[in-house]
């Protein structure tokens, strides 16, 4: 059987056609899943012959909640959803004055080593296909019951890892029969696998990207980040320009400061001279601490003064606000801890 949600409007109509049936109906079966129809049996313009079919071949992989957690410091939930396998993936909602955002997950686990990341500390289970990571925003829209307008791949995987998916998934919320989120409404972040980066720029489209740098030279994002291994940081940069001329888009660098390692006066000076004349915009992160490393969080006041550092010398940056760390809200930790029967955080 096939998961209908992987299937676009397009592809929906020629599975009609080639099965017996009106294109016209693909488009109807479509329309009632973007309603927040998950039955077959009750759209009710579709006959029951038709129906039959579909109950035969398809299903609706619509994730289950397992947790659902709600910050008693902000507006933000975090679910922990189940897929049919048995997999267990995290999503974040944030509710925010201009609209609702979610961070979504394109991987079951992840295979890129971070040592600040909780998701990628058991390695990969597998790819999710677009169907399920748009799965992830039907059911989130469900239980807030809330539209969403923003989107971020940011969650646990490495989106540039899962590419078809990925793109297929930005195209499908983008699709004005569908949820029709508009493209610079959605962020992809990346730890910087550069030919994909080309190849997302030879896509066209007008997304963010933010690329996980969280390093101002490579001896130090070695260390910290495997994949500086494949690729170093001027081959990074070379990739972001040739993004930056073939979509016009800013290039947000992702920077998570660790105290003592990377969140020295010399460091935001290495920062700047590197990033110096690139369309970009530098978002500067309190490292989420986790039990498995010894990062800690850098103090308000260096961060601040790395901050000021970086404006000093003309680069736009930002520090981002912390939200749902009461509730675990880094993309991983929910997962990690909810497998070893660990957590015991209240549930709304």
Known sequence: MLNILDLNLFELKLWMKENGESAFRGKQIFDWIYKGIYNFNDMKNIPKNTTDKLNKNFYFSIPQVLRKLKSQKDDTYKFLFKYKDGNIIESVVMKYKHGNSICVSTQIGCKMGCKFCASTLDGIVRNLTCGEILGQILKAQDEIGEKISNVVLMGSGEPLDNFYNVVKFIKLINAKEGLNIGQRHITLSTCGIVPKIVELADKGLQITLAISLHASNDVMRKEIMPVAHKYNINELIDGCKYYINNTNRRITF???????????????????????????????????EIKENNFKKSSLESIKKFSNILIKNGIETTIRREMGADINAACGQLRRSYIEGKNNIKEV
């Open 254 to 288: 992702e920077y998570a400061l660790v105290k003592g390692v990377n969140d020295s006066d010399k460091n935001a000076e290495e920062l700047s001279s590197m990033l110096k004349g690139i369309l970009c915009h530098v978002n500067l992160i309190p490292v989420n």
